[in-house]
């Protein structure tokens, strides 16, 4: 490996990413690979040598807002002072992994692709640009094993992503993600649980379990644990605050719920998308569960933990989508009252078996319905913050407000922001990556105001 840390060291990368935490996690490995080469990590696209786009296309937007700005890169020039005569381009991720080398076709002055399963290669590719190779791919379809003996540089030092399955096997009609990030693995319990501990005894404070569904996890392994045992065992670990994403409401287990009474460590929120509050809509995209047995799940969560923050991910203009569906939909979201709501519009993704649905709404009535829900979200939003005022949260702080640097800004148990002036004498950089009780004092649709305690 020493010529290849030597070609290394002089360089500059650069790591821009799009899509979800699978992929900002892979992030952090990606930087933690190439910053034990030797090659220096630095903040724009213009004083790299090496960038690396990991990509996402779950919707259609997203796909092409990156292959615009990978097309735009022929015209950056490279930074003085490079030792390379031409910018070297890495395109992973998603994109990555559903195009592979057709993106050469598009995109000539791309070095180099790589897909989901194939993080550990990319060293060994770029050192072949670097040695004269031209177009570089490697796609497989499935890892051998779980990449997390690769090194890793997180973004933060107080909270750090642990994926405990990658892949997915849900194949929801719309849902490319099946595709390009395999079948479901699962991570062993005592990998996870060293992971954690590692983190811990690092000084992280907040940990999140990720997984396409997390609540699958295990049913690949010898024994079968359940989700439940990994949250208990990370918990056990002392970690202070414990998250998970995604969660599958088909697969939410009672025993899973319960824990949210039992386990301090688990921070009373829960992201759990519905997609849609209509039955045959849930039915077309093959989500196994109805509007009833969804609501079922919310009124468990309220009885086991009052004041739970609830969130969703939803999906309007479905093929097929007929207004009293949509109706369905908007009944759902102003009932649950969720804290936040990610609302997407459907895109068609070929490949995906809804890509051949029929539907014939027009694009106006869906932009429509899309803004009617956005209304009843941001209203669910501020009254779930208004309850907030008046209480005493712990924030997490992260760092300072982008609008004005006197204010701190972090999260709640409940994952809300919360901005809060920094003290007279304190210093942000003692306070961020510190848990510090804030008296909330003002509640808007997005974000709660208040003064450390
Ligand atoms: N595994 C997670 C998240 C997957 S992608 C889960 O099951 O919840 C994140 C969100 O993108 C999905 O929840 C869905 O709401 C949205 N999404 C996925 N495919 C989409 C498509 N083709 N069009 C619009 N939104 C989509
Ligand atoms: Fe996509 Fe469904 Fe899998 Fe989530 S559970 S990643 S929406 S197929
Ligand atoms: Fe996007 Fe891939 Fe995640 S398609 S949402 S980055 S799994």
Same mark, same amino acid.
């Given at each position: 490996?020493n010529?290849?840390?030597?070609?290394?060291?002089?360089?500059?990368f650069?790591?821009?990413?799009?899509?979800?935490?699978?992929n900002?996690h892979?992030?952090?490995?990606?930087?933690?690979m190439l910053?034990?080469?030797g090659?220096?990590?630095?903040?724009?696209?213009?004083?790299?040598?090496?960038?690396v786009f990991?990509t996402c296309?779950?919707?259609e937007?997203?796909?092409?807002r990156?292959?615009?700005q990978v097309?735009?890169m022929?015209n950056?020039?490279?930074?003085?002072g490079?030792p390379?005569?031409?910018?070297?381009i890495a395109?992973?991720g998603?994109i990555g992994?559903?195009?592979g080398?057709?993106?050469f076709?598009?995109?000539p002055?791309l070095?180099?692709?790589?897909?989901t399963?194939?993080?550990?290669?990319?060293p060994g590719?770029l050192?072949?640009?670097?040695?004269g190779d031209r177009h570089?791919?490697?796609?497989?379809e499935e890892s051998?094993s779980f990449?997390t003996?690769?090194?890793?540089t997180r973004?933060?030092s107080?909270?750090?992503?642990l994926p405990?399955?990658i892949?997915c096997?849900n194949f929801?009609?719309?849902?490319?993600?099946?595709?390009?990030r395999?079948?479901?693995k699962?991570?062993?319990?005592e990998d996870i649980?060293?992971e954690a501990?590692r983190?811990v005894?690092?000084?992280v404070?907040?940990?999140t379990?990720?997984?396409q569904?997390?609540n699958?996890?295990?049913r690949d392994?010898?024994g079968?644990?359940?989700?439940a045992?990994v949250?208990?065992?990370?918990a056990?670990?002392?970690?202070?605050?414990l998250r998970?994403?995604?969660?599958h409401?088909?697969?939410?287990?009672d025993?899973?719920i319960?824990?949210f009474?039992?386990?301090?460590?688990?921070?009373?929120a829960?992201?759990?998308p519905?997609?849609?509050?209509?039955?045959?809509i849930?039915k077309?995209?093959?989500?196994?569960y109805?509007?009833?047995?969804y609501?079922?799940?919310?009124e468990?969560?309220?009885d086991?933990?009052?004041?739970?923050?609830?969130?969703?991910?939803?999906?309007?203009?479905f $093929?097929g *989508?007929?207004?009293q569906?949509f109706?369905g939909?908007y009944r759902? /979201?102003? &009932?649950v @009252?969720?804290s936040?709501v990610?609302t997407f519009?459907?895109?068609k993704r070929e490949?995906?078996?809804?890509?051949?649905y029929?539907d014939?709404? $027009?694009r *106006?009535?869906?932009q429509e319905?899309?803004d009617?829900l956005?209304e /009843?979200? &941001?209203? @669910?939003?501020y009254?779930?913050n208004?309850?907030q005022?008046?209480?005493v949260?712990?924030?997490?702080?992260?760092?300072?407000?982008?609008?004005d640097?006197?204010?701190?800004?972090g999260?709640?148990?409940e994952n809300?922001n919360?901005?809060?002036?920094?003290?007279?004498g304190?210093v942000?950089?003692d306070l961020?990556?510190?848990i510090?009780?804030?008296?909330i004092e003002?509640a808007r649709t997005?974000?709660l105001?208040g003064?450390?305690v």
């Amino acid at each position: 490996m020493n010529g290849t840390t030597s070609s290394f060291m002089d360089l500059t990368f650069h790591v821009q990413t799009f899509g979800c935490q699978m992929n900002k996690h892979d992030s952090e490995r990606v930087t933690g690979m190439l910053e034990s080469l030797g090659s220096s990590c630095v903040e724009t696209i213009e004083d790299a040598d090496v960038v690396v786009f990991m990509t996402c296309c779950v919707r259609e937007a997203a796909d092409v807002r990156l292959l615009g700005q990978v097309a735009s890169m022929k015209n950056v020039p490279l930074r003085k002072g490079s030792p390379l005569e031409k910018r070297i381009i890495a395109v992973g991720g998603c994109i990555g992994q559903r195009d592979g080398d057709k993106l050469f076709g598009e995109l000539p002055h791309l070095d180099v692709v790589f897909g989901t399963n194939n993080l550990a290669s990319l060293p060994g590719m770029l050192k072949g640009v670097l040695e004269g190779d031209r177009h570089v791919v490697e796609t497989l379809e499935e890892s051998e094993s779980f990449p997390t003996d690769l090194p890793i540089t997180r973004e933060n030092s107080w909270a750090a992503w642990l994926p405990i399955t990658i892949g997915c096997n849900n194949f929801c009609t719309y849902c490319i993600v099946p595709y390009v990030r395999g079948r479901e693995k699962s991570r062993t319990l005592e990998d996870i649980v060293d992971e954690a501990k590692r983190y811990v005894s690092a000084g992280v404070k907040e940990i999140t379990l990720l997984g396409q569904n997390v609540n699958s996890y295990g049913r690949d392994l010898y024994g079968k644990p359940r989700f439940a045992d990994v949250l208990e065992a990370v918990a056990d670990t002392g970690i202070e605050r414990l998250r998970f994403a995604t969660s599958h409401p088909k697969d939410l287990t009672d025993e899973v719920i319960a824990k949210f009474g039992t386990l301090d460590a688990l921070m009373p929120a829960l992201h759990l998308p519905a997609q849609s509050g209509s039955d045959s809509i849930l039915k077309a995209m093959h989500r196994s569960y109805t509007v009833e047995h969804y609501l079922g799940l919310i009124e468990k969560l309220r009885d086991v933990k009052p004041g739970i923050s609830l969130s969703t991910d939803i999906i309007v203009g479905f $093929p097929g *989508e007929t207004e009293q569906d949509f109706m369905g939909t908007y009944r759902l /979201v102003e &009932e649950v @009252g969720y804290s936040q709501v990610f609302t997407f519009i459907y895109s068609k993704r070929e490949g995906t078996p809804a890509a051949s649905y029929f539907d014939d709404t $027009p694009r *106006e009535v869906i932009q429509e319905r899309f803004d009617r829900l956005r209304e /009843v979200v &941001e209203r @669910g939003a501020y009254d779930f913050n208004q309850a907030q005022k008046g209480h005493v949260v712990d924030v997490l702080i992260e760092g300072a407000s982008k609008k004005d640097s006197r204010i701190a800004t972090g999260h709640s148990p409940e994952n809300i922001n919360v901005h809060a002036p920094i003290p007279e004498g304190a210093v942000l950089e003692d306070l961020v990556g510190k848990i510090v009780p804030v008296k909330i004092e003002e509640a808007r649709t997005w974000y709660l105001r208040g003064t450390m305690v």
